[in-house]
């Protein structure tokens, strides 16, 4: 009998709360669904602050890799680890020299507003003035000059082919001219330390580092490797194969370039911080298992 009731006195509290368990109302939707807004709201402030941001393209200077309207997937982790190399689609803050990308306000009233508010905490609204996008052309140490005799654009004197992603170059007819972004031409640029030198796929309209100057690296926002927006328009946006054969920095000495990234998508370390928030969010709102449930 003392055995029997020892067992007894060990099952009794967990009974108690399997009772409490089976007692408890389920929360109601009235309830729950504010509830799970709020956290979806601040899980995505979250990653929009730390990990992935969705940037709107606003002006024709990446085309036609990208089209107005469409939106990027940024990578806002993978530059705390390395820097950006060559041929990477990169969002960055313009400095000074940068002139504001021309926009008007989008008109509306307060709800309208409000919207946009909301919008850019998450990170689907419209970028500011002084965002830009553009593909990294040359790095520290990196002479960047147009054009060879064939038209190309040259970095430490190869060639770069870049049919494959600019398919709107400017005529070389027109004459190199300071502060001009619109000819082909123009002298050689020694990439200074810690700055990009960076370029539209649309050179005719970009207005880049030709004209605007370097970008310092502590500038950028992060890396873009994919269109999200429309669906149609789904694509990574990986490096091109031309900046595979290019020398290193020859002004900075041959350890200037970075390595080429092993993750050219550049999820791979965004993805098991986003699988931790599903699977914790999963667990939270799972209902309790019955298996659990002890009999006497």
Known sequence: MDAEDDLRDEVEPWRRRADRRRQR??????????????????????????????FYIPSGSMEDTLLVGDRVLVNKVVYDMRDPVRGEVVVFRGTEAWAPQLEEEPAGGFFAQLGR??????????????????????VPGDRVQCCDEQGRLTVNGHPLDESSYVLRNS??????????????????????????????????????????????????????????????????????????????????????????????????????????????????LRPPSRRRRLVP
Not at 30 to 44: G, K, T, Y
Not at 117 to 138: A, S
Not at 182 to 198: A, C, I, K, S, Y
Request: net charge neutral; aromatic share 8%; proline share 12%.
């Open 117 to 138: 508010t909301l919008g850019d905490l998450v990170g689907v609204g419209r970028p500011g003035e002084k965002d830009f996008i553009k593909r990294v052309i040359g």
């Open 25 to 54: 109302k389920p929360m109601p939707l009235w309830q729950e669904l504010p509830l799970l807004l709020v956290v979806a709201f601040c899980l995505a402030v979250l990653i929009r602050t730390f990990l992935l941001q969705a």
């Open 171 to 284: 005529p070389l007819e027109l004459p190199p001219s300071a502060g001009d972004c619109g000819p082909r031409r123009f002298e050689e640029v020694v990439v200074p330390p810690g700055q990009l030198f960076v370029m539209g796929d649309h050179r005719l309209v970009s207005q880049d580092a030709r004209c605007q100057g370097p970008v310092p690296i502590d500038n950028v926002i992060g890396r873009a490797f994919a269109v999200v927006w429309p669906y149609s328009q789904w694509s990574s946006l990986s490096v091109p194969e031309t900046f595979d054969t290019l020398p290193q920095p020859i002004a900075l000495g041959p350890d200037a370039t970075p390595s080429k990234s092993e993750n050219p998508g550049g999820i791979a370390v965004v993805v098991p911080i986003l699988g931790g928030f599903l699977f914790a969010a999963r667990s939270r």
